[in-house]
């Protein structure tokens, strides 16, 4: 099972690759939207991780990137900003999850398995320390 991690946050991504590779998943990070759409036509991702908040270009233009060119990865959105309005917009926008930060391990692997786990065809857990 491949997620991409899409954050700006180098500590985010270094503590969800710990969290999800520990659960034996494997995790490609990227720092920005331009780099998730350039390493999704690259590699078929079982799932994607993404921050809302991030310079440039943020997480609902590439959540809806994503859902023009590959409606059928799930996405789960993460923000420091929880308002009901970020959360409504992304659901709106596809995402299949919506996950605040800063969140708990098991709260990641739990989000990340229950997304998972809809997915048509997908072995909802990886071989790992599950």
């Known amino acids: 099972m491949k997620i991409l991690v899409v954050d700006d946050d180098a500590i985010v991504i ?18 920005s939207a331009d780099d998730a759409l350039e390493a999704i036509k690259n590699y078929d991702f079982d799932l994607l991780l993404i921050d809302v908040k991030m310079p ?21 959105i993460m923000s ?12 709106n926008l596809g995402a299949n999850l919506f996950i605040p930060k800063p969140f708990r391990p098991d709260e990641l692997v739990k989000s990340v398995r229950q997304v998972l786990e809809k997915v048509p065809g997908k072995k909802p857990f990886p071989t790992g320390a599950g």
């Open 80 to 91: 420091g900003y929880p308002t009901p309005e970020t959360i409504a917009d992304v659901l």
């Open 14 to 31: 270094k503590s969800c690759k710990r969290i999800l590779e520990a659960e034996g998943f494997e995790v490609s990070t990227v720092p």
């Open 56 to 76: 440039k270009r943020d997480g609902m233009y590439l959540m809806r990137e994503i859902k023009k060119g590959w409606p059928e990865i799930p996405v789960i």
